[in-house]
């Protein structure tokens, strides 16, 4: 099978990608290349050849020949998409569907769209299931549920898309994140020695490996096109819905030395619980392999291995809002996000 995966530069596209190829699929890549300045570490794993191409500028023939895309190369978190709503929308959603319809159009079957549970928003303590209504609180959650519902229309018998909403990702990656919140408390933990949240941490957030988001769309990949054709599947653990607070704590008691402390509660009213039991039931083969405090673990021991410093754990390549803030402000891309020349 031969895999266009877009975002192949980014934090969850360099897990995928490597792990594909060691399946034995024959991976293509495509990557505007925002994060490509800077890597935390090399692993030494194999990389697909990829197209150097924003996903605005996608022409039918760069999906000629393919069996299934994995969309992952979007604007990638609330924070950077609220610096231009507008944008956002051209990028995640105009951008999404124009892919989709390409691949359609030159006979790609499968289409594996990353879709988040953020389009959850404001659920309270009660779990949210893959049919409870959306709820989205920003352009990046509003995008999601625009491409969701763009692309069940473009369904055919011979394509269509599958919904991974991803719970909140963390763990180990070569283009790290670390604006990200179990990713951002090991880092202060690691730099400071000190957890001081600025809320009570009460709100809900389920979490999932980055490695773990990668066997879900294996999963995906592999199962009977029946089974995942123009299906929402939540992905990620029902055990592994934590208090923000419960994340920190964790993270705390990980990391030597570390003191946790909480703030007064935040005018961030954003909390879900989600339910995962569909994925299991429609892709048997998938299983999280991860929790926070392995999680944790794996950030401590990396840390130690590659002598992290504060000024690397500060780095803007790490943080998806401040690279794209310095690629404005040094007019290395412009207005539209578009590379200038």
Not at 107 to 134: K, L, N, Q
Not at 167 to 182: E, N
Not at 190 to 212: F, Q
Request: proline letters at 4%; aromatic letters at 10%; a neutral charge.
């Amino acid at each position: 099978m031969r895999i266009l995966v877009t975002g192949t530069e980014g934090y969850l596209g360099s897990l995928l990608a490597p792990e594909l190829i060691r399946r034995g699929y024959t991976v293509i890549g495509l990557d505007t290349g925002y994060y490509k300045e800077r890597m935390l570490y090399r692993d030494g794993a194999m990389t697909p050849l990829t197209l150097a191409k924003d996903l605005r500028q996608v022409e039918t023939a760069d999906l000629k020949g393919i069996d299934a895309v994995v969309h992952m190369a979007e604007l990638s978190n609330d924070p950077a998409g609220q610096l231009a709503p507008h944008i956002t929308y051209e990028i995640n959603h105009k951008g999404s569907v124009h892919l989709a319809e390409l691949a359609r159009q030159a006979g790609v079957r499968r289409f594996i769209y990353m879709s988040s549970c953020s389009v959850y928003g404001v659920a309270g303590d009660d779990f949210v299931t893959e049919e409870s209504p959306v709820n989205p609180q920003t352009a990046y959650g509003i995008c999601k549920t625009l491409v969701e519902r763009d692309l069940r229309a473009l369904a055919t018998p011979q394509f269509a898309a599958t919904f991974m909403r991803n719970a909140t990702a963390y763990g180990a990656s070569p283009r790290m994140r670390f604006d990200i919140v179990l990713n951002n408390l090991a880092g202060l933990a690691w730099t400071t020695k000190e957890i001081r949240m600025i809320s009570d941490g009460t709100p809900w957030r389920p979490i999932v490996h980055g490695l773990d988001i990668s066997q879900s769309i294996i999963g995906a990949l592999e199962a009977p096109f029946e089974a995942v054709a123009n299906e929402v599947f939540n992905v990620g653990d029902t055990e592994h819905n934590y208090r923000v607070k419960e994340i920190a704590e964790i993270v705390g008691e990980v990391f030597p030395g570390c003191s946790v402390s909480f703030g007064p509660p935040s005018l961030d009213n954003r909390s879900y619980r989600v339910s995962f039991e569909k994925i299991r039931k429609h892709i048997p083969s998938f299983k999280c392999r991860w929790d926070a405090r392995r999680g944790a673990e794996q950030l401590l021991a990396l840390f130690r291995r590659v002598d992290m410093t504060e000024e690397v754990f500060q780095y803007r390549a790490f943080t998806r809002l401040k690279q794209l803030e310095y690629l404005i402000r040094t007019h290395q891309i412009d207005d539209n996000f578009f590379w200038t020349k």
